[in-house]
Nanobody, 124 residues
Framework: QVQLVESGGGLVQVGASLRLSCVASGRTFATYAMGWFRQAPGKAREFVAT????????SYGRSFQGRFTISRDNAKNTVYLQMNNLGPEDTGVYYCAAANMEGTPIDEVEFESWGQGTQVSVSS
């Protein structure tokens, strides 16, 4: 397993952008597909996006396609989530997760390592 630490969350206004980062420990980062999930207040955790081991393939949840972009830098053991045009519905805790597998998994049960989460709050 890898240890994951997210950062970049905060309080922003409607329409703003944020970039979340997740740094992984260890030298096996490139063997993991990486994902982002969100848990809004009072709701279940939901899939946001994943990126394959190489970074060439991505998948997005329906609510995030076109506004959010996931990317990774294997040299820096880091995965990013660029979030644009944020709205109040994007408020929640964002979790980084790692899955030791090919492709772009979207089910949270496929992810074996999770970060502690970073809070994003969007005010109107």
């Amino acid at each position: 397993q890898v240890q994951l630490v997210e950062s970049g969350g905060g309080l922003v206004q409607v329409g703003a952008s944020l970039r979340l980062s997740c740094v992984a420990s260890g030298r096996t980062f490139a063997t993991y597909a990486m994902g982002w999930f969100r848990q809004a207040p009072g709701k279940a955790r939901e899939f946001v996006a994943t990126v394959s081991r190489s970074g060439y393939t991505t998948s997005y949840g329906r609510s995030f396609q076109g506004r959010f972009t996931i990317s990774r830098d294997n040299a820096k053991n880091t995965v990013y989530l660029q979030m644009n045009n944020l709205g109040p519905e994007d408020t929640g805790v964002y979790y980084c997760a790692a899955a030791n597998m090919e492709g772009t998994p979207i089910d949270e049960v496929e992810f074996e390592s999770w970060g502690q989460g970073t809070q994003v709050s969007v005010s109107s």
